[in-house]
């Protein structure tokens, strides 16, 4: 990795959060994608511009993004941007503050340097592989949790049906971001114990989070254990579980 990744990482938020900006809490236009989700002028802006902007600094690096029509280049490429312009849309369009810029960039599977930055916040955390993880350049910790009943835990509620559990659920107290890439942050932060998904994850929401989450010292794995393996063709995981080491592995041991 370039020393200098990191920075064009910042830079490129800062700047992509500028033309975030000027379409949030405006009557934007905002259609539905396939599956109901939604996608605003703002996404696809910023998603051109960081695009634009940040292959041309690095031009032999690949690129995913959620706005982008994703083509087999970037897969011949050992490294890679892995991007979400705008994570966390629908409180985006909805004039909420819990939306992100999510850029990471990734060697051979492996997220090497990332970015997730919530304008509407002034947070910026940020992590270097093997440099630590910080918000606004102060130094974060994932908590020491041990036990998982009562951990405060990011999850969306079907993420603790029973059918997703070989045993009963643990007695978490759940709670919810819109934003996945914000998620790991928070938990990199110490704010909550955990964050869990068990349906299928697209690598642009996580390939960010999961490094600086990896910074603070938690553990990010797939639903199953399973290390992630990011620019993969499918550009998807099996899932996310992200928590300090002992209580990462007393969840895991609760799931099939």
């Known amino acids: 990795m370039p020393a200098t990744d990191l920075q064009l990482l910042i830079d490129a938020a800062r700047e992509a959060a500028k ?11 905002v259609d539905q994608k ?10 696809f802006a910023v998603d051109t511009y960081l695009r634009e902007t940040l292959t041309a600094a690095r031009p032999t690096y690949g690129w995913l993004s959620e706005e982008t029509e994703d083509t087999p280049k970037r897969l011949s490429c050992d490294t890679a941007f892995i991007a979400d312009p705008i994570d966390g849309t629908r409180a985006y369009v909805a004039g909420q503050k819990t939306w992100a810029h999510s ?14 930055y919530l304008p509407a916040r002034d947070k910026l955390y940020s992590a270097a592989l093997g440099q630590g993880a910080c918000i606004n350049g ?3 910790t994932a908590g020491l949790r041990k036990n998982p009943d009562g951990a405060t835990i990011l999850a969306p509620r079907p993420s603790l049906d029973p059918q997703w559990w070989a045993q009963t659920p ?13 998620r790991f942050c928070l938990v990199a932060e110490g704010r909550f114990d955990a964050m869990l998904t068990l349906r299928d994850a697209w690598e642009w929401d996580i390939a960010a989070g999961a490094l600086i989450a990896t910074e603070a010292g938690a553990i990010v794995t797939d639903r199953t254990g399973e290390a992630l393996n990011l620019n993969s063709e499918s550009a ?4 996310i579980l992200t928590a300090n080491p002992s209580l990462h592995r ?7």
């Open 19 to 29: 033309i975030a900006l000027k379409f949030w809490q405006t009557d934007q236009r």
């Open 34 to 43: 396939h599956g109901g989700s939604p996608v605003s002028e703002g996404d």
């Open 103 to 116: 850029l990471a960039v990734v060697h051979r599977g492996h997220p090497t340097a990332a970015v997730i």
């Open 138 to 140: 102060a130094r974060l």
């Open 170 to 182: 643990p007695k978490f107290d759940r709670h919810f971001r819109s934003s996945l890439a914000y």
């Open 236 to 239: 998807k995981s099996k899932g």
């Open 250 to 256: 007393a969840i895991r041991q609760r799931l099939p």
